[in-house]
């Protein structure tokens, strides 16, 4: 029988993916997982918060294609993919923060929601993209209190901008 690692080389291995927030702690950690089993790995973000960020510690940018842009940014992130043509997507950029989304609701929603939607009709006009795979939170789930994770079958119920958004 065949290890996970060695089925998921035979997917990736020499595919353009493109990873959108590649610059945070699950989207750095994605990209160099993408890279360690041979796919040719598109990274597309903001800068990093700090000198401290994992993108910067476990040295991300090395091994992959490193381009800075927002998912607000429709004409950047267009050319992005236009160039790239990436077969698989992931999309893990997001204004990510709970308190900033009440700092900032317009920002949240234009990030959380525009910014996906731009990723998305960039996708579908590319005819490049084959897979997207749509990253979120657990926040956007109705809050149940439970000591256990949430499922894909509860209910939504987000009622904060970054849960709803």
Not at 48 to 56: A, I, L, R, S
Request: with cysteine; proline share 4%.
């Amino acid at each position: 029988m065949e290890r996970a690692a060695d089925l998921l080389k035979k997917v990736y291995a020499g595919r353009r993916v493109l990873v959108t927030g590649h610059t945070g702690f699950k989207g750095s950690w994605l990209a160099l997982w993408l890279s360690s089993l041979g796919a040719e790995v598109i990274g597309y973000a903001l800068d990093p918060y700090t000198g401290q960020d994992n993108f910067v510690i476990a040295q991300v940018a090395e091994p992959i294609t490193d381009v800075r842009g927002d998912v607000r940014d429709l004409d950047m992130l267009s050319k992005v993919v236009s160039t790239y043509r990436p077969e698989f997507v992931f999309h893990l950029a997001a204004q990510a923060l709970v308190r900033r989304g009440y700092e900032s609701p317009k920002e949240t929603y234009d990030v959380n929601v525009g910014g996906t939607v731009n990723l998305f009709e960039c996708c579908r006009s590319s005819g490049s993209v084959k897979v997207i795979v749509n990253i979120t939170s657990d926040k956007c789930y109705e809050n149940k209190e439970w000591l256990w994770g949430y499922r894909e079958n509860d209910p939504m119920g987000g009622y904060d901008p970054y849960s709803s958004s």
